[in-house]
């Protein structure tokens, strides 16, 4: 099993700019979680998806971030524009139905905005 | 509501010495318990997980945890550390949908 596939795995890019991270998560999970983490603030859960439905994005930080779930094997996470402030490592999990189900992290994309 | 609690920031043990990480839940119902570990520039890995069948928890690398719903808590235990633990350690609870993460814990291990 390939686990929860996450790219870029680093992105540096400046002020202004339009970031999109990507996420592939294990076959035949239904659940879908972004999370951001910084020194500051630690892990947020920022946005999850069952069946490709966002459930709950309470976690988003303002209209800038947006995510989409297109079909059962593919998230994105946009932030149009960035600012320095979104740098953090945002990491993709999935698990399957059941709250006693483990749920799988990506490795995580790096990002910096200068 | 569901809340979770970890009651210590950081930890320093000595390497071949116990180690201890705090961890007390809230929860209306019978909760799902789990501990991940983060090494450093990694992702989160599950380290075990408590799902009702057993208060007594074994996981990966030697640690363990017990539910103990008397106290409220999930600590997480091994009989002897190596300098391979040093990394945070996250307790999270789960409820049906909601998932909620405790702050993290650093483990040091001195040598």
């Known amino acids: 099993d390939a686990g929860v596939i996450q790219s870029p795995r680093h992105e540096v890019t400046e002020m202004g700019q339009e970031v999109t991270l990507r996420c592939k998560p294990i076959?035949?999970?239904?659940?879908l979680f972004w999370y951001r983490q910084t020194m500051m603030r630690g892990l947020e859960l920022l946005i999850y998806?069952?069946?490709?439905?966002?459930?709950?994005d309470s976690g988003m930080p303002e209209d800038r971030f947006s995510a989409k779930m297109p079909n059962a094997s593919f998230s994105t996470l946009k932030i149009q524009p960035s600012e320095p402030r979104d740098s953090a490592v945002y990491f993709c999990?999935?698990?399957?139905?059941?709250?006693?189900?483990?749920?799988?992290f990506g490795p995580g994309t790096r990002l910096l905005v200068l | 509501a569901q809340s979770v609690t970890q009651l210590d920031s950081h930890v320093s043990v000595s390497e071949g010495t116990p180690v201890l990480l705090r961890c007390n839940y809230s929860?209306?119902?019978?909760?799902?318990l789990f501990w991940y570990v983060q090494h450093p520039n990694k992702g989160l890995q599950l380290l075990l997980k408590?799902?009702?069948?057993?208060?007594l928890v074994k996981g990966i690398n030697g640690f363990e945890a017990e539910f103990k719903k008397s106290e409220t808590s999930f600590h997480l235990t091994k009989p002897s550390a190596h300098m391979s633990d040093a990394a945070e350690y996250f307790c999270?609870?789960?409820?049906?949908?909601?998932?909620?993460f405790g702050k993290g814990t650093r483990l040091h291990i001195l040598p």
């Open positions: 999990a999935s698990r399957r139905t059941g709250s006693q189900e483990t749920q799988y």
């Open positions: 076959s035949g999970h239904d659940y």
């Open positions: 998806f069952n069946n490709n439905v966002p459930i709950d």
């Open positions: 929860s209306s119902y019978s909760p799902s």
């Open positions: 408590y799902t009702s069948a057993a208060t």
């Open positions: 999270v609870v789960t409820r049906d949908d909601k998932i909620i």
